[in-house]
Nanobody, 125 residues
Framework: QVQVTEFGGGSVQLGGSLRLSCVAS????????MGWFRRSGDKERESVAA???????WVRGSLQSRFTISQNNAKTTSYLQMTNAISDDAAMYFC???????????????????WGQGAQVTVSS
């Protein structure tokens, strides 16, 4: 059974930076792609970024100038780096793991089998 856990949530100032981590543990966790999603208020959950063990990665178009995704050498941890935070970045951030994803489906929640509980990010002025 694969478990996914987010770390690094908290408060970030407007214009500041924050890094979230996602650790996947369990059977074959190093073979899984990891995606990040977020939901704020009553809005629908939206895709943020994803990365696969072979290095393929994607970031939502509107966030590409401020968000980057990376992973550790063991491919068991993904990092979501947020820079120049804005108020719209305040959200619950979820990490999820999928067997395989590509450019056409990395942002689709149904592709991800294992989900974390989420990490809350607030943006302060």
């Amino acid at each position: 059974q694969v478990q996914v856990t987010e770390f690094g949530g908290g408060s970030v100032q407007l214009g500041g930076s924050l890094r979230l981590s996602c650790v996947a543990s369990g059977s074959d966790s190093s073979t899984l792609c990891m995606g990040w999603f977020r939901r704020s208020g009553d809005k629908e959950r939206e895709s943020v970024a994803a990365i696969c063990p072979n290095g393929r990665n994607w970031v939502r178009g509107s966030l590409q100038s401020r968000f980057t995704i990376s992973q550790n050498n063991a491919k068991t941890t993904s990092y979501l780096q947020m820079t120049n935070a804005i108020s719209d970045d305040a959200a619950m951030y979820f990490c999820a793991a999928a067997p395989d994803i590509g450019w056409y489906n990395w942002g689709m929640e149904r592709e991800y089998r294992h989900w974390g509980q989420g990490a809350q990010v607030t943006v302060s002025s």
